[in-house]
C-alpha cells in the first residue's frame, strides 16, 4: 500500500526539518520547499496527499499561493502559520484552505489535524440516492456535487458539511451536531471557521448567496438544507 505523501511548504529550515521529522516518524513521505516556486516545482513531479502551507513565504504569500493551488489542486490544504488575526485566518479558509494551525503547535495536534483532513478527504459511503435542490446535485457514490450539470469545485470540509446537511435534507442540523459530524466530537472549532466554510458553499451553489434558498441558518441553533424550494 503505497504511503501518505504530504509537502510541507516553509522558509524556514529549522521547521522544515522538525516537520519532516514528525511526519517520516510515523511512515510519511515528505517533500519540502522553502518557497512558492520550489512547491510549483515539487507539484510537477509529485502529487501529494495533503499540504503544509505556511503563509510568510519569501516569494509570494501564502495566501496567495494557496489561492493558485486551489484552482488545479483538490487536496487538503493544512495552513501552518505564526499569524493569528482572524482576518489572516478567514482570508485562508476562503482561498480554499480546509484548517488552520498557529505556531507554536505540538506535534500530536498537527498529526491528528492532518489525518483528519485525510480521512475526511476519502470518499465517504454511498447513500441510496443523490440530493437534488433547485440545479444542485449532490451525489454521494460519486463524491461529487454539480450545478447546472457543471462539477463543482469543493474542498473536502466543504464537501463534508454539505453532505451532513443533504443526508439530514429538509431537518434541522445544529452546531454542535455540524462540528461532531465534520470534524468528530472532540474537536474544537472556532465559529468563523465554520461560518467562512458555510459562506463559501453558498458562493458556489446559490443563486444569490446573499439571500441564501437553500443553505438556511437558524440563529444560534444551526443549519438546514431546504430542498423544498426548487425554483
Not at 443523490?130 to 457514490?141: E, K, L, Q, S
Not at 470534524?183 to 465554520?194: E, H, S
Not at 444560534?220 to 430542498?227: Q, S
Request: charged share 25%; net charge negative.
Amino acid at each position: 500500500m503505497a504511503k501518505t505523501r504530504v509537502l510541507v511548504i516553509d522558509d524556514e529550515a529549522q521547521i522544515r526539518r522538525a516537520l519532516r521529522g514528525i511526519f517520516e516518524a510515523r511512515g510519511y513521505v515528505v517533500d519540502v520547499a522553502e518557497d512558492a516556486r520550489g512547491a510549483l516545482d515539487a507539484l510537477m513531479n509529485v502529487t501529494p496527499d495533503v499540504v503544509v502551507l505556511d503563509l510568510s513565504l519569501p516569494d509570494i504569500d501564502g495566501i496567495e499561493l494557496c489561492a493558485q493551488l486551489r484552482t488545479w489542486l483538490s487536496v487538503p490544504i493544512l495552513v501552518l502559520s505564526v499569524r493569528s488575526d482572524e482576518s489572516d485566518k478567514i482570508a485562508a479558509l476562503e482561498t480554499g484552505a480546509d484548517d488552520y494551525l498557529t505556531k507554536p503547535f505540538s506535534a500530536g495536534e498537527l498529526v491528528a489535524r492532518v489525518r483528519a483532513l485525510l480521512r475526511r478527504a476519502q470518499p465517504g459511503a454511498a447513500a441510496a440516492s443523490p440530493v437534488r435542490f433547485g440545479d444542485v446535485v449532490v451525489d454521494f457514490a460519486a463524491h461529487d456535487v454539480t450545478r447546472a450539470n457543471e462539477s463543482v469545485a469543493l474542498t473536502p470540509i466543504e464537501f463534508d458539511i454539505l453532505s451532513l446537511l443533504a443526508q439530514n435534507a429538509d431537518r434541522l442540523v445544529t452546531w454542535n451536531q455540524v462540528r461532531e459530524g465534520v470534524w468528530g466530537r472532540d474537536a474544537i472549532v472556532d465559529p468563523n471557521t465554520l461560518r467562512v466554510h458555510v459562506s463559501n458553499l453558498r458562493k458556489k451553489l446559490e443563486p444569490y448567496p446573499t439571500v441564501p434558498r437553500y443553505i438556511l441558518t437558524d440563529p444560534g441553533v444551526g443549519l438546514r438544507l431546504n430542498t423544498r424550494d426548487s425554483r
